[in-house]
């Protein structure tokens, strides 16, 4: 707890003057990118400029019903593309619960096959509803909508680990970037910044602030304003550890994490970008 303190000291300054009563209307040349707190996992929903929706990943099975929700709250009816970073559990378990419940144009994964029981469900569901299924492949241009460039920085090339094999994506509005870096390590962090420019407004922190990711050098690279963490409160790994906070510190990076804040949104017209979320880090401090 005592590690947290000056974070949420910061984060409360921060929120106080961004805090937004509602997220829920979508006006013309925007995009909103939600952060949905699935607790130690990940799942993310882009609803672009014209009116498409993406989401990636589905975080943990005991999820899938919180997921599955958020989107009908968002006027979900329908998946555009779903993109699985990678078969883990906190990635792809709430997937066969989505697939079940909406309609799903495509699916995107990294043709990696893994030997679990969620991933079973997930790839069963896939096979039963028909859905298309593509496979990432590194510097693709995924064209979904003509206001929005999605590249693929990262993917499976075999024989790597799940992790390494993450898809990592640059999401760039206008003037606005997004870096979604899936759970990727200190080595694709270092291959990132020797073929790409990571310049990004927004980070999503690889691997829940695992020790193995976030290095200071590669923070420096991106230079991210804000950074959102998606772990869950008290987890078992000790997510984010000290070192990850400490770098994002250094670099000036307001930190949002959705142990903290709930669901986050990001919605922005391509120049400037305002933030919602769900809980005040004054009531984690109060439960706490």
Known sequence: MQRCIGLLILIVLVSASINVPSADAEEANEMDVHFIDVGQGDS?????PEGKNILIDAGPPKSGKNVTAFLKKHQVSQLDLVIATHPDIDHIGGMA???KTFEIKKIMDIGKIHSTKTYAKYASQILKQQIPLTIAEKNELIKLDPYLKIRVLNAYEGPQRNNAASIVLKLSFKDTDFLLMGDVGK????RLMNNYNLDSDIIKVAHHGSRTSTSRKFLQEVSPDMAILTYGEENKYGHPVDRVMTN???VDTAMYPTAMFGNITIRTNGESVMIFQEKM???YLKAN
Do not use: S
């Open 44 to 48: 993310m929903l882009i609803q672009t």
């Open 97 to 99: 619960a989505v697939i």
């Open 187 to 190: 080595d694709q962090e270092k």
């Open 248 to 250: 994002l510190q250094d």
């Open 281 to 283: 880090p004054t009531d």
